[in-house]
Structures are given as C-alpha cells and as structure tokens.
C-alpha cells in the first residue's frame, strides 16, 4: 500500500513536471513569435511613422520577454543598436543609439527613444545627445545637425 502511494506522488509529480515545461515551452514560443513581427517585417510601419528602420544584416544580441535587442558593427560611425520593448505581445518602444566620431577622445552617443502610446497615431520622440559620461536631451533639428556633420542617415527613414 505504501509502496502504491510513493508511486503515485512521484507520477504526480513527473506529470506536473512536464506540464509545468511544455507551458514554459509554449509561452517562450508565443514570445518569440510576437516579438518576431516587430522585427524586419516591422520596417514598413517603422519607414510610415518616420522611425529608423532595422537594418536587414543586423542580428539579435539579446531577448527577454520584454526586450529584444539588436545590433550590427558597433565599432563604426553610425547606426549602432536598437532595442525594442515588449509589453505581451504590443511593442512599447524603441531605442535606435548612433555612435559619432569621438570628440577630444571621448566616445560620443546619440540615442533616439521612441515610446508608443497606446492610443496615439504617432509614437513620442526623445533623443539624447552623450559625450563620454555626460548626457543632454537635444531637440529634433540638433539631432538631425549632428547626423548630417556625420554624414549619417537614419537607415532608410528621415528623421
């Protein structure tokens, strides 16, 4: 009789086990499928709202549930990272970071965030400017003054 119980817990057991894995498993693969739609095939909408859009050659470095990052070659001028943020399946925002040329030898950065409000058409824009450790938020026409000094353009979008 004793023998029967022990049995029992450890089928109970191995059956919640594998319950509690292929829920894990489904749940990772509907995150991933929804974080997928905001990747390459997003650049249609991303180019409509005037958003920098994914360049095609880039990978994905890191993903969360929440977080997807990508990136190309970090260590020339340009279009160096975007990461996009999840909440479920609806994408909350986007950061597009821009590496220019150093500037008495300290890196300089130019990040642009852009939050999509759930009922707005448009999302909001924030972009900041880095030199070394110091960081500044900067209007929409300096950042586009210090693309164009470098002579980048926003993969496929205008700002």
């Given at each position: 009789?004793?023998?029967?119980?022990?049995?029992?817990?450890?089928?109970?057991?191995?059956?919640?086990?594998?319950?509690?894995?292929?829920?894990?498993?489904?749940?990772?693969?509907?995150?991933?499928?929804?974080?997928?739609?905001?990747?390459?095939?997003?650049?249609?909408?991303?180019?409509?709202?005037?958003?920098?859009?994914?360049?095609?050659?880039?990978?994905?470095?890191e993903r969360s549930k929440n977080f997807v990052g990508w990136?190309?070659?970090?260590?020339?001028?340009g279009h160096k990272r975007k990461a996009i943020t999840f909440?479920?399946?609806?994408?909350?925002?986007?950061?597009?970071?821009?590496?220019?040329?150093?500037?008495?030898?300290?890196?300089?950065?130019?990040?642009?965030?852009?939050?999509?409000?759930?009922?707005?058409?448009?999302?909001?824009?924030?972009?900041?400017?880095?030199?070394?450790?110091?960081?500044?938020?900067?209007?929409?026409?300096?950042?586009?003054?210090?693309?164009?000094?470098?002579?980048?353009?926003?993969?496929?979008?205008?700002?």
């Open positions: 009789m004793k023998k029967k119980y022990i049995i029992s817990i450890y089928v109970g057991l191995v059956s919640i086990s594998i319950l509690v894995y292929i829920g894990f498993v489904a749940y990772s693969f509907i995150v991933k499928q929804c974080q997928n739609k905001y990747g390459l095939s997003y650049n249609n909408k991303r180019k409509e709202l005037g958003i920098t859009l994914l360049p095609p050659d880039w990978s994905v470095k990136s190309g070659n970090e260590k020339n001028v909440s479920g399946c609806n994408i909350e925002g986007e950061l597009d970071v821009f590496r220019l040329r150093n500037e008495n030898g300290k890196e300089r950065l130019l990040e642009i965030q852009y939050s999509y409000p759930q009922k707005a058409k448009s999302p909001a824009v924030i972009y900041t400017y880095q030199v070394g450790h110091y960081a500044k938020l900067i209007s929409k026409i300096t950042a586009d003054s210090l693309l164009n000094a470098e002579n980048i353009t926003p993969y496929g979008a205008s700002l």
